[in-house]
């Protein structure tokens, strides 16, 4: 089985309740302590690996970013999946080719650029020829950016992911969704659905049981070991 197969099974057959968390490293040494904390499988945060290249969100040059993957991926024997934002510009033949270079299995890739949401029609076809460049190589994880930078409605999240899952993506994520709308978007959404967790909000296990069989925290963690860091640096001082 191969790592893109290993990573899409731990998608399917989950009980409610029992969502796949995936831990969010920004480099090698936190990837090796969430494989030592004995997580199947991890997902590169864009905005936390930004961070610990001393870019902000959205800036990071995309060589940067492939080689930051690619350091992960060495340091772990788990699977891991890489936020690759929007893609770059790359053709998508490209693209897969950067990704699977850098040992990733799979990759996020969002629907808006610039914080204003794509025609969700063309970034499907986009999305289609991704799917075929990959085969079976890499888990496509499709962002939907309705409750981030759209109206939040969980209608027009549910049709972006409609043509997202029609056009191959393996699993969807409406990113930023309130909790409370999570069991409407599951019943509207084939397929694998991946939640935003904040560490002191919903549990985990409760984000699952409403339909959630994914959990990821963007660069939550990444941020939550910075502000322990800085404690000790103000102790220090």
């Not at 099974?9 to 968390?21: E, K, N, Q, S, T």
């Not at 808006?112 to 190589?137: C, F, I, P, Y």
């Not at 984000?207 to 069989?213: I, K, Y």
């Amino acid at each position: 089985m191969t790592g893109a197969e290993a990573f899409r099974a731990l998608h399917h057959g989950r009980a409610p309740g029992d969502p796949l968390v995936l831990p969010g490293p920004w480099d090698a040494a936190s990837a090796r302590v969430f494989r030592d904390a004995g997580f199947p499988a991890l997902a590169t945060p864009s905005a936390g690996v930004a961070a610990s290249l001393g870019y902000a969100d959205g800036e990071t040059p995309p060589d940067e970013m492939f080689a930051a993957v690619a350091r992960i991926v060495r340091a772990v024997d788990v699977p891991v999946s890489a936020d690759v934002e929007d893609g770059y510009g790359l053709a998508p033949g490209e693209l897969v080719e950067r990704l699977l270079e850098a040992g990733a299995v799979g990759c996020n890739l969002e629907d808006s650029e610039g914080g204003v949401l794509k025609d969700a029609a063309r970034h499907a076809d986009w999305l289609a020829e991704v799917r075929s460049a990959a085969a079976d190589r890499l888990f496509l994880n499709a962002r939907v950016d309705v409750f981030a930078y759209g109206d939040g409605n969980p209608e027009r999240a549910v049709e972006r992911a409609a043509l997202y899952v029609a056009a191959g993506a393996d699993c969807v994520y409406p990113i930023g969704a309130p909790p409370e709308v999570i069991p409407v978007l599951r019943s509207g959404i084939r397929g694998p659905l991946n939640v935003f967790a904040r560490l002191d909000g919903v549990p985990v296990g409760e984000l699952g049981e409403r339909g959630a069989t994914r959990v990821t925290f963007g660069p939550g963690l990444q941020r939550r070991a910075a502000e322990a860091l800085a404690d000790i640096a103000a102790r220090l001082r």
